[in-house]
């Protein structure tokens, strides 16, 4: 297989995003005055935006990826739940794996932007768990979309969608019909996640839900960690986001350190949305983990320069992998 043959064959895969779902709102303005009701700027809204937030954006790198997402969430019976429905015909995506509740709003992320400066956020949500009914209803749609599926991702924000039943019973689902499962933890269910292929914390997550602490500089200490979490969840592998480190992955019997690039960083938001999208469809085509990691490793960094939550660009992210030979480099292990 070559490089181009790799990104070609992502245009054949389904993937089902299994998570936590929001509308990220943005009001950009300027601000010229302070109010006389109180000692606050008055932001004079020019411009506002909604898009596809949470899980949302995993399904928005996925698709520019060139796979074809199928987002399973929950959103509430209001009109921000209808304007999610609209995000997702405007993005040509299945409205297939929505489960519409009337228990819960719709989550809504409003950003105020004045020039650069972000001023204010404003979070409408609620994160209890959804009920036994609307779980037994979830993952009904889970059960019936799954084999049509080439690998699952849990993209997980702690907002009340999965929990241990739900997340047991889809990777023995997924387990029964032979599609991998990726998981990008949050702290609440990050010891449910039993016998999952790939396990993508971060470090801050990783130290968090082991409740351990420990130098990253150190690989020996690094190692011992995710060797403490595979046996603990029963995972085949553990893919560790470094930040300026890059990444190391553990699974399948190799363990690679694999650095990142030098770049100029505008934002950080959203780059593990491209890490897990990358890595989980290369899991998917059953890529060596080398080669799995480094292509993640390129992803996430592209992301970082573009200021504001965007999904990679596939012709940059081919681009890039060429010019850095990452597809021989990585192919062949010589990490």
């Known amino acids: 297989m070559t490089l181009q043959q790799l990104f070609d064959a992502f245009n054949n895969l389904n993937v089902l995003i299994i998570g936590d779902v929001m509308v990220d709102s943005y009001s950009w303005g300027n601000v010229e005055r302070i109010s006389p009701e109180a000692p606050v700027p008055i932001v004079h809204v020019q411009r506002t935006e909604k898009r596809l937030g949470g899980a949302g954006n995993v399904a928005l790198n996925v698709k520019a990826l060139g796979a074809r997402p199928v987002l399973c969430a929950v ?3 209001d009109g921000e739940g209808q304007e999610f429905m609209r995000l997702l015909s405007e993005n040509d995506m299945t409205q297939d794996g929505i489960l519409c509740c009337s228990s819960r709003p719709t989550t809504v992320k409003h950003r105020i932007i004045a020039g650069s400066q972000q001023m204010l956020r404003v979070d409408s949500e609620v994160d209890h768990v959804i009920s036994e009914e609307e779980k037994s209803a979830f993952l009904d749609k889970i059960s019936r979309l799954m084999p049509a599926c080439d690998v699952v991702i849990f993209e997980d924000y702690d907002k ?11 990777i023995r689902l997924a387990k029964k019909y032979g599609v991998p499962t990726i998981v990008d933890p949050k702290k609440r269910n990050f010891l449910h996640y039993q016998q999952a292929t790939l396990f993508k914390p971060n470090l801050k997550e990783l130290r968090e839900g082991l409740k351990i602490d420990f130098d990253p500089r150190q690989t020996s200490d690094l190692e011992k960690a995710v060797n403490q979490l ?7 592998g553990v893919l560790v986001t470094l930040s300026e480190r890059g990444v190391f992955i553990d699974f399948e ?5 694999v650095p990142a690039h030098v770049r100029q960083i505008s934002d950080v938001s959203g780059a593990g949305d491209t890490v897990v999208s990358i890595a989980a469809l290369c899991l998917a085509l059953k890529m060596p983990p080398p080669l799995l990691a480094g292509l993640a490793n390129l992803g996430g960094g592209l992301v970082c320069e573009h200021a504001g939550v965007v999904p990679v660009n596939k012709h940059e992210l081919y681009r890039e992998a060429a010019e850095h030979g990452v597809f021989d480099r990585y192919l062949t292990h010589s990490v």
């Open 75 to 77: 959103t509430g019976n």
């Open 160 to 170: 009340g969608v999965l929990d241990e039943r739900v997340i047991s019973e889809t």
């Open 230 to 236: 595979k046996d603990k969840l029963n995972l085949k």
């Open 253 to 257: 019997g190799q363990k690679h350190l």
